[in-house]
């Protein structure tokens, strides 16, 4: 398989993760985030939504989105439960992620690594909207091990991505213990490996 | 079960229209989307989004998200494929749309309806946005019937609900003959019910 990636996105890194964890190889090409002038010329015909990750199965076919990828490759797998209103309940937390999370929180980050100026309101509507989604995931995570079933799931690996270098954002993490104690979790789980790594 | 619901909600309508579509009854109680005040009320300990929809089941557990809440209802019905590969194309498909398309064209509507007054480049942002989704579905839907599996899917339940009324959010949809066709497809379906249906 060939992975279009991306060693900064958190997106690509959710796949990465998952794949070692999983033990599954793929081939990788490097995809310029800043740059994204090449964008149709490599992503077209592949993925509508011309980002990535990307992804291309060994037989051609292709997928996109990082959490429909994990779903995919999760699926059969002790990261994704059988049950049905579990696996709901994983959906519900990535799309949360897509929504509500990576728009504040991943953009922030993304801006501060780019060294894109932008003005103090959308700075602060970003601090705004990514301090809800924190909020969110603390008051759940509180009573809690892991977002669904008790369990390390695809949901958890979503979440992860973004919420463990949002300070690089701008976001504090200490007002959210429960977080914090998760991340660690996370961070535990066989197999795991930090965005950084090969 | 309970569907806490906005009329207006193209997330909502979603919902609707599948429930309609499999013969689901669900009760609603109608939640403003323009004051926002009263949601940790309403939807604290529901939702940590504290958005619309949010469905709580008969035994009292809760989904929300819209697109997981699909997931779950469509599951084992003809609205959501079997095949493992397809099913990830359903969630490419409605991560797509929140991501990529309701951010642009469901906001740009909200904000005509509301009649909240946005500065031209935030105007000019959300339809450069918007316009990249149409023409990515456009591409995609020239050679197609129907987004996935060439059948009727949850993810032309996701798509359609705010491309429809994307006219209502200045979008003029003229330049996109396989969308218009695709919108007249969708209307067709048996059960199809539009979104000021009761």
Same mark, same amino acid.
């Given at each position: 398989?060939?992975?279009?990636?991306?060693?900064?996105?958190?997106?690509?890194?959710?796949?990465?993760?998952?794949?070692?964890?999983?033990? %599954?190889?793929?081939?990788?090409?490097?995809?310029?985030?800043?740059?994204?002038?090449?964008?149709?010329?490599?992503?077209?015909?592949?993925?509508?939504?011309?980002?990535?990750?990307?992804?291309?199965? /060994?037989? $051609?076919?292709?997928?996109?989105?990082?959490?429909?990828?994990? !779903?995919? !490759?999760?699926? $059969?797998?002790?990261?994704?439960?059988?049950?049905?209103?579990?696996?709901?309940?994983?959906?519900?937390?990535?799309?949360?992620?897509?929504?509500?999370?990576?728009?504040? %929180?991943?953009?922030?980050?993304?801006?501060?690594?780019?060294?894109? +100026?932008?003005?103090? @309101?959308?700075?602060?509507?970003?601090?705004?909207?990514?301090?809800?989604?924190?909020?969110?995931? /603390?008051? +759940?995570?509180?009573?809690?091990?892991?977002?669904?079933?008790?369990?390390? @799931?695809?949901?958890? %690996?979503?979440?992860?991505?973004?919420?463990?270098?949002?300070?690089?954002?701008?976001?504090?993490?200490?007002?959210?213990?429960? %977080?914090?104690?998760?991340?660690?979790?996370?961070?535990?789980?066989?197999?795991?490996?930090?965005?950084?790594? /090969?």
């Amino acid at each position: 398989m060939l992975l279009y990636n991306a060693p900064v996105s958190g997106n690509c890194y959710k796949v990465r993760l998952l794949f070692a964890q999983l033990g %599954i190889d793929c081939e990788r090409r490097e995809v310029d985030v800043f740059d994204r002038s090449d964008r149709p010329e490599l992503l077209g015909g592949l993925n509508p939504a011309l980002r990535v990750p990307t992804l291309v199965l /060994d037989d $051609g076919r292709t997928l996109a989105e990082s959490d429909a990828i994990l !779903f995919y !490759f999760g699926d $059969g797998t002790e990261y994704l439960p059988r049950d049905r209103f579990e696996r709901a309940q994983v959906l519900q937390w990535m799309f949360f992620e897509q929504y509500s999370h990576e728009p504040y %929180i991943a953009v922030a980050r993304f801006w501060e690594l780019a060294g894109i +100026h932008q003005s103090d @309101t959308e700075l602060e509507a970003k601090q705004k909207g990514g301090h809800a989604a924190l909020q969110a995931m /603390d008051e +759940h995570l509180m009573e809690r091990e892991f977002l669904v079933g008790e369990r390390y @799931t695809i949901a958890d %690996i979503a979440l992860f991505a973004y919420t463990h270098v949002a300070p690089e954002g701008g976001f504090t993490l200490e007002p959210y213990p429960a %977080i914090k104690s998760w991340l660690t979790r996370v961070a535990a789980q066989p197999g795991h490996i930090g965005i950084n790594s /090969d």
